[in-house]
């Protein structure tokens, strides 16, 4: 059968070239680069070498970067290093109801560690207002965490914007930039944030590391764990050495194949969008229509189950996902489509396909001719008055 | 995560559909929370003589639906109000921990239906 | 040049076997285990594979074992998560002098958050007394957290008579089994232990995975990230998937060959030990002369440091390491010598010896014909007293 | 971590040993801490002839007594005063931060011994 792999956003696959460097480093080159000696050093200079990669990527110098487990664990110790160290200047933290929950549960926990937490809304196409955000801070503003673009409706922040306005007030801000890296030109200057997530297994890179970008001069400490002195005390732990290579080496060719990359991708949307609202009846598409990732599109679909839908694109080779409560088997939809103010019924029927590298026409192709077949049959078994 | 009992029944659903004389309809689930089974039945000398469902939920749900029309069909009243999502979820080779509630949609929808029969009867 | 590594308690190379299997989840079945597609459910089958394979290792059931970033994090949740949810039944804290950093730096710092904290002792050899820890219990005591066998010196600690007084009075025991596994036997019934540690890259694995073992009923949560739903809500972030694979393998194998190793490595070690005691003066072993792991032989050589001693030996090829201050840059050598009594000039000629699997007669041949000569020749250069 | 420089005075130290007469001796650092020098100079007419170091410590202690008496031999005494610790990190190719501490040692050192040599002239 053939298989169309429309998740990227879930994960996608390693790189042949990512993996060959990585592969070296589990049994070649397997010394601990703290170790002093031959073998340890080899690879102490190739952990080095990849941060300066992971630095380039994003406009950062080398030491500004530090290596985590993921983007859950950067977006945890960004937040909670920033919170712990700056609490005798001011407790209150702004988010957006539209992160990942690697930073809205860190934010909603610190709520309940005497923090003040503002949860900034979003319009209907999940996007966060300016004035919503300058209206949020006060003098006890400490931290800002807005994500650059979001993993479910693929909108666009206005970071540069939200984050000019924090540094002008002194306030660190964190950006979450584990979808946008790859698709659209992440700097951190250009941005102006202080702090930056990246994920390794979102740009073809491994699963299981991540990075931090902290600010050089940021008020900012390590607050999670405690042990050993590696990362300049930044990052206790024996460094995952393969997955810090692979993370490097995805971050080169990310950067490189930015431009090309997004063209493709955003060729590939366009036409997939507009198929499917045109051939699909009752179908929206959510999130943003233009400040959107060039890889993204997202779909509620009237009167029918996300879970059900993707079961079917999966009975036919398609991998796709949903944000619909029944995935997760847990009894609300999506956070993100409920903030956007999609009523539930609605946001059950939501399903998002995520475009990478290695998709073609033939693969949209391919899901045009599967969908409306999957869509009228799960219609036909619904209860709900499709008028 | 599914048995290949659910799929084959997410895939070839029994007795989906409606039934326009229906002697009893029972709907549980509301669109807020998401899922909505809603179950038809024809009952003639107290057996369960057809049985047509519509459900709006997770492939669990449809499953479960399907296999409660199966198990309902041709069962007495009393026999059917006996069935329980336990036994609706063994049927079809055990569910997912997080899934049990599509279960209890499934029966609840059969007993709701029955209610409705018999609430009709006794008018 | 001949290169013998000689120090497989910082780290060990990934088996070939192990490396093979991860590659494959990498690029091949690259799926997010938590996805609901053909891709993602591939995935979770190998995931939980593994998981039964590191259970299997431990004696332990598979959803009792939460994976991890490394040894650093699982030290850091157990300790942390037991204490957090246990602060209402009591506030103090047992550990020993000579655990790694990423436990007794962890319990330290519940020590500044409202714990008590006892920091037990060690004998000459390394060893917690069981009279001292009994003596350290009192009505408060929540946590004892000792190591299985110590990375510096390779003292095997009573863990079974340790974990039965524990669990005599309702206080959960944690043992970092992260340098016994795959030495001695590990098995988390025959301790009698309610958390363990394991980590991959020690027992070659892949650097950047672990594994906490939480017996089942134990009053533990999740306390460190906040995220996703991962791990049955115990590890939020997306799934380090190779590393896990790996881990499973590493384990496997581990349990597997651990009888054959250990035989080979006790020899290797024996006839180690006994010729640098017998071929060089002023030497002496540190940790316990025989309840110690089959690969370890540490010593310190008076009148000269250590960091030159493996300087001198990596010239030669040979890779060791030494809990000296030097080697690190910092000021006090190692925290697990100095416990033992061991005096600081002592302290800062110490040289770690651990074996693996493909070491051989030769190695150790090879080591003594280097090694006499280095050691005469920084004696040569020491200023101090050689009488 | 160390430049070739320092590896190369590590592996063949300059001016090891004592001077048994020697005009001035000055030794830094204990044994607890873990890192002593201990230097020997022989001077003449107010230049250092002779120069001669012993080192309990790590490679880049023993690298900057090498490069600190190859620097001072044969300078007048005030110009081994002026020897900076800096200047011997700079003229091994720089040390790892965390190793500045050792080329603090040999400057140190040698301006101990220079110091016992202008305490015993003024006796
Ligand atoms: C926007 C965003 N942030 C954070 C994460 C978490 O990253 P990781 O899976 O590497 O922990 C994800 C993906 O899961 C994401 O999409
Ligand atoms: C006894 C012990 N515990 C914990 C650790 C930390 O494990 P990891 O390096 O995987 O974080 C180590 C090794 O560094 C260790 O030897
Ligand atoms: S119908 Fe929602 S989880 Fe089954
Ligand atoms: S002498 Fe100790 S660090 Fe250099």
Request: glycine share 8%; with cysteine.
């Amino acid at each position: 059968m053939r298989r169309v792999y429309f998740d990227h956003s879930a994960t996608t696959p390693v790189r042949p070239e990512v993996a060959e460097e990585m592969q070296k480093y589990l049994t070649e080159y397997f010394g601990n680069p703290t170790s002093l000696h031959y073998f340890g050093r080899q690879v102490r200079k190739a952990v080095e070498e990849a941060r300066e990669k992971v630095a380039n990527a994003i406009g950062a110098r080398p030491e500004e970067v530090v290596f985590t487990s993921g983007g859950t664990e950067s977006d945890n110790m960004a937040i909670h290093g920033i919170a712990m160290i700056n609490k005798n200047r001011g407790n209150h933290i702004i988010t957006s109801a539209v992160e990942h929950h690697a930073v809205l549960n860190t934010v909603k926990a610190l709520g309940k560690q005497g923090f003040t937490v503002t949860i900034l809304p979003v319009d209907k196409y999940g996007m966060v207002s300016l004035d919503d955000l300058a209206n949020a801070i006060t003098d006890k503003t400490i931290l800002i965490s807005i994500m650059h673009a979001s993993n479910e409706v693929g909108t666009i922040q206005p970071i540069k914007d939200m984050a000019a306005m924090a540094r002008e007030k002194g306030i660190f801000f964190h950006t979450d930039a584990v979808q946008s890296m790859g698709k659209i030109p992440v700097n951190v200057d250009e941005l102006g944030v202080d702090l930056l997530t990246v994920s390794g297994h979102k740009i073809y890179g491994p699963k299981g590391v991540g990075a931090l970008y902290i600010r050089k001069g940021t008020r900012w400490r390590q607050t999670l764990f405690h042990g050993g002195a590696q990362e300049r005390l930044r990052r206790a732990g024996t460094e995952n050495v393969p997955g810090i290579i692979g993370l490097g080496k995805a971050c080169e060719l990310a950067a490189r194949d930015l431009e090309k990359e997004a063209a493709h991708l955003a060729g590939l949307r366009d036409k997939l969008i507009k198929e499917v609202m045109d051939k699909i009846p009752h179908v929206q598409l959510t999130g943003h229509p233009t400040m959107r990732l060039p890889n993204h599109a997202s779909f509620c679909f009237e009167f029918i189950e996300g879970e059900s839908m993707l079961l079917s694109m999966d009975m036919k080779g398609v991998a796709a996902s949903s944000g619909s409560a029944c995935t997760s088997g847990s009894l609300e939809p999506s956070h993100v489509l409920l903030a956007m103010g999609i009523p539930h019924e609605l946001a059950h029927g939501s399903i998002r396909i995520t475009l990478g590298r290695d998709n073609t026409e033939e693969d949209i192709d391919y899901f045009m001719e599967i969908m409306p077949p999957i869509v009228e049959r799960l219609r036909a078994m619904s209860p709900l008055d499709q008028e | 995560m599914y048995t290949e009992k659910v799929m084959d029944h997410f895939e070839n659903p029994r007795n989906v559909g409606e039934i326009p004389d229906a002697d009893g309809v029972g709907q549980v689930g509301n669109p807020t929370c998401g899922d909505i089974m809603k179950i038809y039945l024809k009952i003639d000398d107290g057996i369960i003589k057809d049985i047509k469902f519509k459900t709006f939920g997770c492939g669990a749900a449809i499953a479960t639906s399907s296999m409660v029309t199966e198990m309902a069909k041709g069962k007495t009243i009393a026999e059917a109000l006996q069935l329980s999502n336990k036994a609706v979820a063994e049927a079809l080779g055990g569910l997912p921990p997080k899934k049990m509630h599509c279960s209890n949609l499934a029966a609840d929808a059969l007993h709701a239906a029955i209610q409705d029969y018999q609430n009709k009867q006794n008018k």
